[in-house]
């Protein structure tokens, strides 16, 4: 195949012990034997890991958080865009979709510039959110478990009947769970998620089983470009993959299609599953973007994220069918070394040109 | 949607040291030389006293142990899905 060179820009390259995507993202298009192009990365702080891992990113730039609002991103990008051509994002960090998914509006900044995306809408990214789950559960038919949506204190008093007995998982509206035994501690996590979250929180039955995702990628018209179901095989204190498996289990694929059916899912999203006891797989949610662990797909052959760089430039991308069970990823947590001029470059001028000084400076001083 | 046992044990991926793959559940684990044979007679539908007749042929081993040590590994196949409740009898 040979086709231009692409420009990717890709964000979240935040790889700590609760890693974005984004390092993830780049590194399987860097993999990738037909891709020739340049990746941008876009980070919201000069000590996000990525930035200093050589040969991943060709350039750098801080972008502003999306509590800076749209119009402060909307110039960053244009700016961006002048100096190194950006043929599309993938934008990999749920708070920073709203933005994206405005700027990709027909008739917005990313059309005029010419950049490409391969978002869901706005109505989609709310119909996944925790909230909603439940809805999201009939409208799939895939089972989920008992959810309820609290917006009071008082609410939280008509917990712990037969329908939704103790445990129970309090939930942020974004992020965060904490499991409840009683009421007085689902008082205690209802008032720590309302403060860092807000409203409304979420109160859910406690599962047992085992944790399995999927990342997929739908083509927005009903149809899935290709999905790896993984099977958590290490989990880090916060709960997060730090090893897994792909696995060969039909029923994923089964459940992955019927989301993309029912929704119309246009882009890449993280389908989390608990597998209980009598072997039902329940829906725990659904994530908007790549999961950290996305490498694995290329790994296990489809990789998705260069399928949806393809995807997000126009260019025609085949479904992929199948993948290698069997394929396992392992974390690493290593040191690296960065240098004064990196650090400044990306701190004073919010950006960072590779090659600047690729080797490693370990000479004696 | 549940996968049936039979199309599960024909999935495992075995190899030659023991080391056992599920490739829907994604559990490995391992088996001795003995299991080996097991899981291999079960793969050809061989019922329980076929396979008792090949432990004694390939390992030498006789009376009520040898019994319970196979029943002991075919509950532990069943728990994990592998085996039908009937799969060896």
Redo the contacts between chains.
């Keep these: 195949m040979s086709e231009r060179p692409l420009t990717i820009g890709v964000t979240a390259l935040n790889a700590t012990d609760n890693p974005g995507p984004g390092v993830a993202v780049a590194r399987a298009l860097r993999d990738h034997p037909d891709f020739k192009g340049r990746i941008v990365g876009l980070s919201y702080d000069a000590m996000d890991p990525g930035i200093y891992a050589r040969d991943l990113c060709d350039d750098l730039y801080i972008i502003p958080y999306p509590s800076q609002g749209l119009a402060a991103l909307s110039d960053r990008i244009r700016q961006i865009h002048e100096e190194v051509a950006l043929d599309a994002i993938i934008p990999n960090v749920d708070a920073e979709l709203p933005s994206f998914i405005r700027l990709a509006e027909p008739g917005g900044l990313l059309e005029e510039l010419g950049i490409g995306t391969f978002l869901p809408s706005q109505e989609l990214l709310e119909l996944r959110s925790k909230a909603q789950l439940e809805a999201l559960g009939e409208r799939t038919e895939i089972a989920t478990p008992k959810t309820r949506v609290l917006t009071s204190v008082d609410d939280l008093y008509e917990l712990g009947d037969d329908e939704l007995p103790y445990p129970l998982w309090i939930k942020g509206v974004y992020y965060g769970a904490k499991l409840a035994r009683s009421v007085d501690e689902a008082r205690l996590h209802y008032h720590a998620m309302v403060a860092q979250w807000g409203l409304p929180v979420i109160a859910q039955a406690s599962v047992s089983g ?1 944790e ?1 995702d999927i990342v997929a990628v739908g083509d927005g018209e009903g149809g899935m470009i290709g999905a790896v179901p ?2 958590k ?1 290490v989990l880090t204190d916060k709960g997060k993959a730090w090893a ?8 994923l694929l ?1 459940i992955a299609r019927r989301f993309f059916t029912a929704t119309r899912w246009r882009g890449p999203c993280e389908i989390e599953l608990l597998k209980d006891k009598e ?1 039902v797989h329940q829906l725990l949610e659904v994530n908007p973007r790549f999961p950290a662990w996305c490498y694995l797909s290329a790994g296990a052959g489809q990789n998705l994220p260069y399928a949806v760089a393809r995807l997000a430039c126009g260019l025609p991308t085949p479904p992929r069918r199948d993948y290698t ?2 394929t396992m990823f392992v974390r690493i947590a290593i040191d690296q070394i960065a240098t004064l001029d990196q650090l400044q470059a990306i701190t004073t001028a919010g950006e960072l040109h590779y090659p600047l000084s690729r080797e490693e400076p370990h000479d004696e001083p | 949607m549940t996968t049936p046992p039979d199309d599960r044990l024909r999935e495992l991926a075995i190899s030659d040291t023991g080391f056992v793959f599920d490739p829907y559940s994604g559990a490995t684990f391992t088996v001795n030389p003995s299991g080996l044979v097991i899981l291999e007679a079960l793969r050809r539908r061989a019922d329980r006293d076929a396979i008792l007749d090949l432990l004694h042929e390939r390992f030498d081993v006789h009376g009520e142990d040898l019994e319970r040590d196979l029943d002991e590994f075919l509950h532990l196949l069943r728990h994990h899905g592998l085996i039908a409740e009937e799969g060896a009898s």
Aim: glycine share 24%; charged share 25%; hydrophobic share 35%.
């Design positions: 085992e399995i993984m099977k095989t897994g498996i792909t696995i060969g289990d039909p029923a089964e072997g069970v069997g």
